[in-house]
């Protein structure tokens, strides 16, 4: 089965630091999704063509015949990965206006992968702050690891490693991999039987007896 992925990115720039994140994103989840046996087609959006259309959307409630193809391939994919710029502190009006076309819960359980460029790392909280009551509004189903570079990231691993650890909890939403859920059990208690090769002991069994409390407290 061919998965298609569509990246919508906002840069204002040519070129722009948002398309090149936007397509090292789409890399990495086309290498994932080849991985596990699978094919994807990757479409990009890019708004600042559609800035006028967009404006005028607004306006007028009547979507152009290019934007309309555009909501249409965002609609129709499997899984969004989605790049913005930072503009004070939040993503900017033209990424924001582009999904303000869509209706709650036009992107139900889709799985999408949030990411943003800006000038400092700083900003990265934006990811959390605004991208992701965003989508969530629109009932998408949003990765837990968001990408935000800023402007020394580029060239380094620590980038490359997020890009990564991204693309591969999007293509696990994607294909349902069960793996996901053994791969983010690092954060709870091992398996029974693996507490007991560990030598793993449940620190709640020295908890005393609450009679035995109440009765020293008496006493």
Do not use: C, W
């Not at 040519?14 to 994140?21: A, G």
């Not at 596990?36 to 979507?63: N, S």
């Not at 996901?180 to 908890?207: H, I, K, M, N, Y």
Request: proline residues 4%; aromatic residues 6%; negative net charge.
């Amino acid at each position: 089965m061919t998965r298609r992925i569509v990246a919508v990115t906002a840069g204002l720039s040519e070129p722009s630091s948002t398309r090149l994140l936007a397509d090292r994103l789409t890399e990495a989840v086309d290498r994932h999704v080849t991985a596990h046996g699978e094919a994807a087609t990757i479409e990009v959006v890019e708004l600042r063509p559609l800035a006028k259309l967009i404006a005028e959307q607004m306006l007028t409630r009547f979507p152009s015949g290019e934007l309309t193809a555009a909501i249409e391939k965002v609609l129709s994919a499997d899984a969004l990965v989605v790049v913005t710029p930072v503009f004070s502190g939040s993503y900017s009006g033209l990424f924001k206006s582009f999904f303000d076309n869509l209706d709650v819960g036009a992107l139900d359980g889709k799985p999408v992968l949030v990411a943003a460029t800006g000038g400092s790392s700083r900003h990265s909280l934006m990811l959390d702050h605004a991208m992701r009551p965003l989508f969530s509004y629109l009932h998408a189903s949003v990765v837990p690891t968001g990408v935000m570079a800023a402007t020394d990231d580029f060239g380094t691993t620590g980038l490359d490693r997020r890009v990564d650890r991204a693309a591969a909890e999007l293509v696990a939403a994607l294909l349902g991999a069960a793996a996901g859920a053994s791969a983010g059990r690092s954060g709870f208690l091992p398996a029974e039987g693996e507490q007991r090769e560990a030598g793993f002991t449940d620190r709640f069994d020295e908890v005393p007896d609450f009679t035995e409390l109440l009765r020293r407290a008496s006493s």
